[in-house]
């Protein structure tokens, strides 16, 4: 991970390609990551990924040997994640991921609804970008594991997201896919949802949507997908 490619590899490695993305803004234009920056992606994959569970405490000193660095870097890291939300500092005691409850969840789902909708409900015109959603989509459904599905999920509404042409809404929605992907790893529940048909087959009424040009069935397609979405999820949490 020295390097960050000047084109992503594959739309579906979103989650890893968000994080270099996120690491090369943070450096001064030189491709080769800097120490802050490899240990930054490592962390946030790892909490992303729910390597680092949520509430867990992580130290410095601890986190420094891991990576073989000083605590310097360890120490930047860590206050780059906090300023993105994923990890809160606790005063002379180190550093906790971010719990992630019912409540924040709701949150998340909540903002989602209000957010993705109108989104999905923008007059395209582009074939390229349908075959790309159908592209996704076929990954999608071929895909396995809980890490390369949830990136295909990802890439689906991100694309959906690009071609609404709205920035601003591309990056707040960063963080709150981060938050669905932690909910995925951390519920077994939720990650047999993302292994079965059911979301499939939202993402494919959104797509039929698209690809007849018809704005309003897309927004509809999408607010259904996600309250569905919503409703399992919290469910799963209150039974987990």
Avoid: W
Avoid at 137 to 150: I, N, W
């Amino acid at each position: 991970m020295d390097a960050v490619p000047s084109e992503p590899g594959s739309t579906l490695h979103t989650h890893a390609v968000d994080s270099q993305r996120r690491a090369a803004a943070l450096g001064d234009g030189n491709r080769v990551l800097s120490r802050t920056q490899k240990v930054y992606v490592a962390l946030r994959d790892d909490i992303v990924r729910t390597r680092l569970a949520p509430g867990e405490v992580v130290l410095e000193p601890e986190l420094a040997a891991r990576f073989g660095v000083s605590k310097t870097p360890v120490r930047e890291a860590l206050q780059i994640l906090v300023v993105e939300g994923l990890v809160v500092a606790l005063p002379r005691r180190g550093y906790v991921v971010r719990p992630l409850g019912i409540t924040e969840v709701r949150e998340v789902l909540d903002l989602r609804l209000i957010i993705e909708p109108p989104m999905a409900a923008t007059r395209y015109g582009s074939e390229a970008f349908v075959e790309e959603l159908g592209s996704i989509l076929d990954a999608q459904r071929g895909g396995s594991g809980t890490a390369e599905l949830t990136d295909a999920a990802r890439a689906f509404h991100e694309c959906i997201l690009g071609a609404a042409r709205n920035a601003r809404a591309k990056s707040l929605m960063s963080g709150l896919f981060d938050e669905t992907t932690r909910s995925h790893h951390l519920i077994p529940a939720i990650d047999a949802r993302i292994h079965s048909e059911v979301e499939n087959d939202g993402h494919q009424q959104v797509l039929e949507a698209i690809r007849t040009g018809d704005p309003q069935a897309a927004e509809a397609a999408m607010r259904r997908h996600l309250a569905e979405l919503r409703e399992f999820v919290l469910q799963a949490f209150l039974e987990a």
